[in-house]
Structure formats: structure tokens, C-alpha cells
């Protein structure tokens, strides 16, 4: 057997990630995109791929030369629609392919950006979202240079549009593309939707505004008529759902599911809600997970509803009988014990797919030293590996990871995973990374920490051992657990990551003069609380981190999430905010921090990293700023990712293996 190779940078940011897996409705193939960990140039660029659930065959079916996205299969399973930005670059239009194979036709004209195309039950529409596009006044304000910007004025709305598909489209008579025709009237924001499987409602979930900051407690759930007419709102007027999504109709299509908060005033776990369209105003609450976490549903059989559903570091499917009774799992095997099936994200329903009555089930699942591949089975049976686009990534040698846990100090008990060293041996003690995860309502679950997020793999590669807790407000544990530093940001959630710190140096793994601390977003807010309340650690990486509450409440794009989690809103008890600062007790802080943000971040403006910047090097503190052009909150550009986690390992080299 040949040596295996450690990890490098660059199998890091060019691994392949395939995504939103469909499934034909026996069950015999799967299609789905399969994109990039990073961008190579000013677009990303994903191909669309069919394979067989026997494993007997793979094929491209687009030339993965554009970003081709959101394959969606004819209910016949003969054609497939899907987003192509092949004609302009990174505005997506509508495309449909013969599955036997042949060249792409446009279904859609227009300049508006298309997404999230859904077939009609009976094959001869489709359903799309659409974002607005420049009008005439929006380009002669720019060519003149006469474009003030009146915040909440001229609102871009995403808003869903139908699309006629003549019954042979690939026939003589050829294909002449037209525009999408509005279906929802008035300035309604659609963030996803689903037909009825009669076809005479498509289920929406739409807001009053556009922003990020309406999907905390602005998202309603609408049925629209699909001939035309007024939403009937779920709930009625009062029907607001705290982080709505994943709309999914029973095969007979008298109820609706869909997931929703409890509570418009925290952002716990969602729970499954139930609806029948001829009582819209009157939806009843199905499951409340105690014990898990949901993150997506699919209804493909009359009895049972599938869950994708995160179980302390294992994300899976699960069916939850409609009527009543608790979830159970839906396969066996391996996949149901360990790993992570991917959940989709917004318009990407659960991130996997069941074929008619569920028979089959089919999506992405990757562990810790597994990465991403497609995968398929019979529901309650085994899943088959279909893919083996990281083979040479899954070959390299990685450090073996375990899930670990201890108690806080009020007694409860914490878990997260422990990322040993490469060549880790017993009864050594090693350099330690305290790695802390994004959200706060967000996990760390078992897949391979190997990219510019993730850097657990790439420090074990180099000497480190990387502790990953899911402190209280982490996922997979309940909604109550999800909840548990609600008004206490910094608080019980801190002390639990820091006792396992404590307990690893107890195991005499951690060296306790070797420590060093990072994270991204949420990670990165809990690092600069470290660094002010410790000196333990001696070197501190700050990715996109909040270091002024006080400051931030003013500039984020998501306002009302972030004044969710403190006692009051921020002109009404501004205190609170200042008193979970970092920079409040930055005169405390001594261990050099390296500083990472993209300049265009929303979410934690890049002004945040200023602030600290500014402040530590006030104060003579090593510390350096890297601010990464044209990057949102989340790293994208190829030699970005790179440049990040060279610096991620040579600052902590610096300090901890001098």
C-alpha cells in the first residue's frame, strides 16, 4: 500500500463538493451539481452530472464551463431543468436538457436573475424565482450619476413567476424563450416554494421586505392559487414564523409541512408544523425536537414525514410518523451511525431526495476523514457510495478524530470532537487549538475539517491537536440546549468551551503553555472575549469577529437577530450590549492576535476588525490585520482561501512552537 500523503493547502481549496441531489421517481439515477471549495476566477463554476443508484454509471451532462445549478427532474424523469449563467455571467437563466443527452435550450428571456426552477405536477410549467433586474430608471440613474441611495427605497424583491413548457420542446418546431409571468401581485419577498401535488397551490414562504434580517421574525407562509390571486397566509395575518423553511406537501396533498420557530423572540431549533390548505388559518404544531436538532423535511410517504435531523455530531435522515410518536431512522448501516448527510440551505428543500413513496433516498455524506461524495440507498437499507470526485483527497492522511466529553462547571454535560495530530502519540502532550464554531445556534457535526473554515485537519497536519466544542446554544442537543445562552452571550456558553480546555490538559493531551484559540463569525466574537478574559492562550486568530456589541448593533444587516439575544433592543438598555464588548476589556489583553475579514462582509462589518485592530495595537499588543477583497462573510476566491490558511498555520507556529 503506498505512503499516504499529509494534507496541503492546495487539496484543501480544490476539492469538489457536489450538491443538490435529485432523484428520478423509481428511484434508478440521481442528478446534481457538482461544484468548487473555492473560486478560480470572477464566477464560480459548477456542472450538472447523472449517476446510477447501481453504481453501474456516471456521466457529465453539462461542459462545466459556466455555473450550471439546480437540476430539477420532468416528473416524467425525461428532461431536466436547471440555472445556467452560461449567457451572462453570474445572472442565471432558465435551461432545459434532454436527460439521453443533447445541447441545452433557453426556457427563459429577460435580464432578471432566475433560481430555484420547480416542475408543475403535470410537466407543462415551471415555477422559478426571479429577482429584479435594472429597470429603465435604475440605468439612467447610474449612467448620469445621479443614484443617491435612500435606504428602504427601491428594494430589489425576488419574486415567483411561472413558465410555460411546450409538450415537445426539442422538437422541429424549436424553442423561443419568454419571460417569466408574476404569479404573486404586490411587493412580496418569495424565499421558497413548493406546488401542490394537484397543482392547484404552490406553497410559499415570502416576507414584506428583502434582507436578510427578515427571515428572524418577518417570514409568513403563504398559499397562492396557482391559477392567480390572493395569498391565503397560514395563521392568518398573525402567522409570522421565526427562520420559516423546507415546505414540503403530503403525496395527497391535504396537508403541508413546513419548519418554523415557536418563538419569535429566540432563535431556538425549529419545529415541524402541519397545516391543511382549506384551514390555512389554523396550522398545528407536529414535533419539537428535545433531543436533536431539525434542519430540513421532505414528506415523500403518506404515513411519515423524512427529517434531516442533527443527533449530537451526526447529521441523518429520520421518518417521524405523521399522526404521532417520535422519529426513527430511516436507514442503517454505516450513515446512520456516524458522518453527516448534508442539509440544503435556502430553495433546496432537505438537501437530499426520496423517490416515489420514499422507496429511495439519495444525497451527499462526507465524516471526519471522509470528504463530501454522493451516496444512495433503499430507505431502511444501506447507502451506496456513488461518487469518487475527492479520491485523491480522501487518500491523504489525516488525524483521527474523536468525539469527546466533559462537565462545566455548573455540572452539566458539554461535547465537541478532538482532532488529534497527525502523528499523534501517547503520553506527549501537544500544542492545542481551541477552535469555536460560528452561529451561536450552530454545530460542529462529524465530517472532514479541511478547508478555509474548517481547520482542524490542516492544524493536525502541522503538530496541533484541535478541540471543536458545541458549548450551550449549539445544535444537536434539543431545542432547549440550543437556547441555553440566550441573554447570556459570553457566559455559560464561554466557561463551557473553556472547561474543556481544562479537561484535555487533565487527559495530559493539551499542553497547557502551548494553547491557542480561533474561530470564524460567532468563533471569531468568542475569540476576542477570550483573549480579554485569559492569558492563557498565547496566540489568537479573530475570523470575522464582533468585537463591539454596542457598535455592531447598528451596522449589521441582521439587526433584530442580534437584538434577540440580549434582555432588551439596544436604545433601550445599550449597556448590556458594551458589557459583551471585547474591545470594553481590551486593556486586559496580551496574547498577539491575528486578525482575518472580508472587506464587503454585512454580516460582521469589516469596522469590527478595525476596532480591534486598532485597539490591541494601541495597547502594543502583537497583532496584525488581513482584510481580503471583494469577500463577503464567507471566503470564496481560491487564492484567498489559500493565503488564509498559510497565515492560520504560521501564526500559530510563531507563537506556539518557538
Known amino acids: 500500500m503506498p505512503e499516504q500523503r499529509p494534507l496541503d493547502i ?113 410537466g407543462r410549467q415551471i415555477a422559478v424565482l426571479v429577482t429584479d433586474a435594472d429597470d429603465a430608471e435604475d440605468r439612467r440613474r447610474k449612467e448620469e450619476r445621479d443614484d443617491p441611495v435612500v435606504v428602504g427605497e427601491r428594494l430589489k424583491y425576488t419574486r415567483l413567476a411561472l413558465l410555460d413548457v411546450p409538450p415537445d420542446p426539442f422538437g422541429a418546431d424549436g424553442l423561443t424563450p419568454s419571460t417569466p409571468r408574476p404569479l404573486l401581485q404586490g411587493d412580496w419577498h418569495v424565499w421558497e416554494h413548493a406546488w401542490s401535488p394537484d397543482g392547484a397551490w404552490i406553497a410559499a414562504i415570502v416576507s414584506r421586505k428583502p434582507g436578510m434580517d427578515e427571515t428572524f421574525d418577518g417570514l409568513r407562509v403563504a398559499l397562492l392559487p396557482a391559477a392567480g390571486g390572493e395569498p391565503l397566509l397560514v395563521g392568518g395575518e398573525r402567522g409570522v414564523y421565526r427562520s420559516a423553511a423546507s415546505l414540503a406537501w403530503a403525496p395527497d396533498g391535504h396537508r403541508l409541512a413546513f419548519l418554523g420557530g415557536v418563538d419569535l423572540t429566540a432563535s431556538g431549533a425549529a419545529a415541524v408544523w402541519l397545516v391543511d390548505p382549506a384551514a390555512p388559518q389554523q396550522p398545528t404544531l407536529r414535533f419539537h425536537d428535545e433531543d436533536g436538532t431539525i434542519e430540513a423535511l421532505a414528506w415523500p410517504h403518506d404515513a411519515w414525514l423524512a427529517l434531516h435531523r442533527l443527533t449530537n455530531v451526526t447529521a441523518s435522515f429520520w421518518k417521524l410518523p405523521v399522526s404521532d410518536g417520535p422519529p426513527r431512522l430511516a436507514l442503517t448501516g454505516e450513515q446512520a451511525e456516524r458522518g453527516t448527510f448534508s442539509a440544503g440551505g435556502w430553495s433546496s428543500g432537505i438537501g437530499g431526495a426520496f423517490s416515489r413513496a420514499g422507496a429511495w433516498f439519495a444525497s451527499t455524506w462526507g465524516d471526519a476523514t471522509r470528504p463530501r461524495e454522493v451516496w444512495a440507498g433503499q430507505t431502511g437499507g444501506t447507502a451506496r457510495q456513488l461518487t469518487e470526485f475527492n479520491a485523491d483527497l480522501a487518500s491523504r492522511r489525516f488525524g483521527r478524530t474523536e468525539v469527546v466529553r466533559w462537565h462545566a462547571s455548573d455540572g452539566s454535560e458539554v461535547e465537541g470532537l478532538l482532532i488529534y495530530p497527525v502523528d499523534y502519540v501517547a503520553g506527549q502532550r501537544y500544542p492545542t487549538i481551541l477552535h469555536t464554531h460560528g452561529g451561536p445556534t450552530w454545530a460542529w457535526d462529524d465530517h472532514l475539517y479541511a478547508d478555509w473554515h474548517d481547520w482542524g485537519q490542516w492544524l493536525a497536519t502541522n503538530g496541533y491537536a484541535v478541540l471543536l466544542p458545541n458549548p450551550r446554544g449549539s445544535t444537536g442537543r434539543g431545542w432547549r440546549y440550543a437556547l441555553g445562552n440566550l441573554h447570556d452571550l459570553m457566559g455559560g456558553d464561554w466557561h463551557d468551551s473553556q472547561a474543556g480546555i481544562d479537561a484535555l490538559i487533565e487527559r495530559g493531551i493539551a499542553d497547557p503553555e502551548r494553547l491557542g484559540v480561533g474561530g470564524w463569525s460567532y468563533g471569531g466574537y468568542t475569540t476576542a472575549w477570550t483573549i480579554t478574559q485569559t492569558t492563557r492562550y498565547k496566540a489568537a486568530i479573530v475570523g470575522a469577529g464582533v468585537s463591539n456589541r454596542a457598535s455592531c448593533a447598528g451596522t449589521i444587516d441582521i439587526v433584530r437577530w442580534l437584538q434577540s439575544w440580549f434582555p432588551a433592543e439596544f436604545p433601550e438598555n445599550p449597556d448590556s450590549y458594551w458589557d459583551r464588548s471585547p474591545v470594553r476589556y481590551v486593556g486586559a489583553v496580551a496574547t498577539p492576535t491575528l486578525i482575518l475579514h472580508g472587506e464587503k462582509d454585512e454580516r460582521v462589518p469589516v469596522s469590527q476588525g478595525w476596532e480591534l485592530y486598532n ?26 482561501q489559500r493565503d488564509l490558511l498559510q497565515r492560520v498555520v504560521e501564526w500559530f507556529d510563531r507563537y506556539l512552537k518557538c
Open 10 to 122: 492546495d487539496a484543501a481549496v480544490t476539492q469538489r463538493v457536489p450538491a443538490d441531489v435529485r432523484i428520478t421517481g423509481d428511484g434508478s439515477g440521481v442528478v446534481f451539481s457538482l461544484g468548487w471549495a473555492s473560486t478560480a476566477g470572477e464566477h464560480p463554476v459548477a456542472d450538472l452530472w447523472y449517476a446510477a443508484t447501481d453504481g453501474s454509471s456516471l456521466r457529465r451532462l453539462t461542459a462545466g464551463t459556466a455555473h450550471d445549478s439546480a437540476p430539477r427532474l420532468h416528473p416524467d424523469g425525461t428532461l431536466l431543468a436547471f440555472i445556467s449563467d452560461r449567457a451572462t455571467p453570474g445572472v442565471g437563466a432558465l435551461y432545459l436538457l434532454a436527460l439521453d443527452g443533447g445541447e441545452a435550450l433557453r426556457l427563459s428571456a429577460g435580464e432578471a436573475a432566475l433560481s430555484d426552477p420547480q416542475w408543475s405536477p403535470d
Open 615 to 640: 485597539a490591541l495595537k494601541t495597547m502594543g499588543v502583537p497583532t496584525q490585520l488581513v482584510i481580503y477583497p471583494r469577500q463577503p462573510h464567507l471566503i470564496g476566491e481560491r487564492n484567498h
